[in-house]
Structure formats: C-alpha cells, structure tokens
C-alpha cells in the first residue's frame, strides 16, 4: 500500500490539475476538445467558484484529482457533479481513486447534497468496473446533450 493523502485543492496545484486534464483528455482520445488554460481554471476557481478540487498526493507530487461542483435535481434536490476524477495511469489499483471519490462524497454531504452524479464513457471498461464496486447506478437510458452557447 502506498502512502498518499487526499487534500483540498490550492492555488499551487493548478498547473498540476491542468495537466492531468490534458493526460485525460489524451486518454479519452479528444486531446483537441481542451480550450480551458490554466489561467481560466485558476480564474474560474479563485475568482468565480465555478468550481472545487481535491488532490492525491504522493512524495510531495500531485498524483490525482477530483474536480467537482453543486448542481440541482429538481427531483431530488442538492447534488453534486463530479466533472473529473483523473488518477495517474501507473498508480492505479491502489485505492487513489476510491480515496478522492470518498473525499469528494464528503464535500457534497457536508454542503447536503443527496447525490454524486458523473458520467463514464462506455468504452472505458475499467472506470465502469470501478464505479459498479462501489455501488453506483450507471444510467444507460439518457443521453447527454451539449450546446455551445460561447
């Protein structure tokens, strides 16, 4: 077992949530779909609140993250949505991820939200598996729908 803590994003760690955005983009196959900077993610997190992030750290570097915000079911209530949640391919299969999910259901509780909501692609066979493990319901009745207003 490795030795990895879980902690609140900072300002430091930008240009590390950067880049694992960058490395999951090239794992989704759609390196050319990032246009955020890392001046927009720190401006969007520090000046606007768009959004909150959590950080694995191991030997001093940040080796996963979660990246996350409240969102609302009219049905339900209080949500939160989990944009991202990037663990460094080597590290895998060491409970990295499964301490950044937990940390990130615990900051959603604490805000009263009833529910994580996230999406998985269903070619990623592994993230799938994971997230049956851990109990949740993939949903594969909606589609989602995107519309570029920007």
């Known amino acids: 077992?490795?030795?990895?803590?879980?902690?609140?994003?900072e300002e430091k760690d930008i240009p590390a949530l950067m880049q694992h955005i960058h490395d999951?983009?090239?794992?989704?196959?759609?390196?050319e779909e990032v246009d955020v900077t890392t001046e927009t993610l720190l401006a969007d997190w520090k000046d606007h609140k768009a959004y909150d992030f959590l950080v694995a750290?191991?030997?001093?570097?940040?080796?996963?993250?979660?990246?996350?915000?409240?969102?609302?079911?009219?049905?339900?209530?209080r949500c939160f949505y989990l944009e991202d949640l990037i663990?460094?391919?080597?590290?895998r299969g060491n409970?990295?991820?499964?301490?950044?999910?937990?940390?990130?259901?615990d900051e959603?509780?604490?805000?009263?939200?009833?529910?994580?909501?996230?999406?998985?692609?269903?070619?990623?066979?592994?993230?799938?598996?994971?997230?049956?493990?851990?109990?949740a319901h993939i949903e594969k009745e909606w589609w989602n729908c995107k519309w570029r207003i920007g």
């Open 95 to 105: 409970g990295i991820g499964l301490a950044l999910l937990n940390a990130t259901a």
């Open 24 to 31: 999951l983009a090239e794992f989704e196959k759609m390196p």
């Open 57 to 77: 750290e191991l030997e001093g570097e940040v080796v996963g993250v979660s990246l996350y915000y409240p969102r609302y079911s009219t049905w339900k209530g």
């Open 87 to 91: 663990v460094q391919p080597h590290l």
């Open 108 to 135: 959603a509780r604490k805000a009263g939200a009833i529910r994580l909501d996230w999406q998985v692609l269903d070619w990623n066979e592994d993230a799938v598996r994971f997230y049956e493990r851990i109990g």
């Open 1 to 9: 077992m490795i030795d990895f803590t879980i902690r609140k994003g």
